[in-house]
């Protein structure tokens, strides 16, 4: 079983739509019923960078690993809140998968949560922190609404 299988199988809030079975890894993986992509590429990570850019959403990126055990514990909880916010983007990105890229964003402890907003970081969680993380996320939110209810 490859990582990308293993990673599949820890995170089974992910289903998987890849449309080859060759060992590449250029998969299009949804969350179901919310708004998480699992980033296996670094191009797949600036295609979606682009696309929160172009519609004004913030984005959560969680730097994760499929032997974290805190990493598995926090992920259906990260799941349940893609499934709320759909104004924000959600991304996952396998540290292992991409280990240089990862490496880019400085990550020492998995999972690391980067909160972006036009691709530049305005906040950072380290840890599996269910309730800060919920905080983080609300108040983000909360904020993105009031910025898109008040007159330009």
């Keep these: 079983m490859g990582i990308t299988d293993t990673v599949h199988s820890l ?9 080859n079975n060759d060992g590449d890894s250029s998969h299009n993986v949804k969350f179901a019923g919310g708004n998480v992509s699992l ?20 984005v959560i ?14 992920a259906p909880f990260y799941c ?4 709320k ?4 983007m959600f991304l996952t990105v396998d540290v292992d998968e991409l280990t240089e890229f990862s490496s880019s964003w400085d990550i020492k402890a998995t999972p690391t949560f980067f909160f972006l907003k036009d ?3 305005i906040d950072k969680l380290v840890g599996a ?11 983000i939110a909360d904020t993105q609404v009031v910025c898109e209810t008040q007159p330009q």
Excluded at 11 to 19: I, L, Q
Excluded at 64 to 74: E, L, Q, T
Excluded at 129 to 139: F, R, S, V, W
């Design 80 to 83: 349940e809140l893609s499934e």
């Design 11 to 19: 995170f089974s809030c992910f289903k998987s739509r890849s449309t």
């Design 119 to 121: 691709s530049q970081q």
């Design 39 to 58: 980033i296996t590429t670094k191009e797949s990570w600036d295609q979606k960078l682009a696309e929160a850019n172009k519609e004004g959403k913030i």
């Design 129 to 139: 922190n269910k309730p800060e993380l919920q905080k983080k996320i609300t108040a």
């Design 61 to 74: 990126a969680n730097f994760s690993a499929s032997w974290c055990g805190p990493c598995r514990m926090i």
């Design 85 to 88: 916010y759909l104004s924000l």
